[in-house]
């Protein structure tokens, strides 16, 4: 089965705050991995995509460990406009569509 | 980022009757899908389509939807006849590839009455 499993939430943090999402997922052989974040009754819209050395981006970083197939989102100083859910997608191996998880909810509260 | 337009935003229907959803991505990407989202609930595949056939569905893209791009333009998803449980999210997504990002249009909100 392909599942894409995530906490979700939501994580009340303050402004300025660090906060962690992780996504475990079901297929070993997934060859691709992205976050997106969706703001309410809005669409998907990629954040990052997610690679096996890691990667950043601003105040985001995203990292994957495929041994224990799980994603991880950290976002850095968290500003209001972060809020939104998060959402954790994969792509498993062949010709399958992307997975979605069903998100993390975010506030950034001031 | 590829622009992806679709109309209409909302769309109000009676339950039995039949809606089409239009999408009309601005790039050069092949792949096109159509994905929906109860709401409250994760984003779900439909279709994609691919060289002007579906190439993958999924078991909720049952006998009362087809998809086409008739004029190589405007890409759409036909409900024949609506259910209550058909109201959802519609947004239609293009890619460049299988397993590749995705880039989602901005929705249609159906709901069946």
């Known amino acids: 089965r392909k599942e894409v499993e995530q906490d979700p939430g939501p994580f009340n943090v303050p402004e300025g705050a660090t906060v962690a999402f992780n996504c475990t997922y079901s297929?070993?052989?997934?060859?691709?991995f992205f976050w997106y974040r969706q703001d309410c009754r809005k669409e998907p819209k990629l954040l990052m995509s997610?690679?096996?050395s890691g990667n950043e981006d601003g105040r985001f970083t995203a990292q994957l460990n495929r041994a224990s197939q799980y994603i991880s989102l950290l976002i850095r100083d968290s500003k209001l406009s972060d809020s939104a859910t998060y959402l954790c997608?994969?792509?498993?191996?062949?010709?399958?569509?992307?997975?979605f998880g069903k998100g993390t909810r975010l506030s950034v509260i001031a | 980022e590829p622009e992806v337009t679709q109309t209409p935003s909302h769309q109000v229907t009676q339950m039995g009757q039949e809606v089409i959803l239009r999408c009309v991505p601005i790039?050069?990407?092949?792949?096109f899908y159509w994905y929906r989202q109860i709401l409250g609930q994760k984003v779900e595949f439909l279709v994609s389509?691919?060289?002007?056939?579906?190439?993958?569905k999924s078991e909720i893209f049952d006998d009362q939807f087809s998809v086409e791009r008739p004029d190589g333009s405007n890409f759409t998803l036909k409900i024949r006849s609506t259910k209550l449980e058909d109201s959802a999210m519609y947004f239609c997504?293009?890619?460049?590839?299988?397993?590749?990002?995705?880039?989602f249009g901005s929705g249609t909100q159906l709901s069946v009455l």
């Open positions: 297929n070993s052989a997934s060859q691709s």
């Open positions: 389509f691919y060289n002007n056939e579906i190439s993958e």
């Open positions: 997610v690679y096996s």
């Open positions: 997608v994969v792509g498993f191996s062949g010709n399958t569509p992307l997975v």
């Open positions: 997504a293009i890619g460049q590839d299988q397993n590749e990002k995705l880039f």
């Open positions: 790039s050069n990407h092949l792949y």
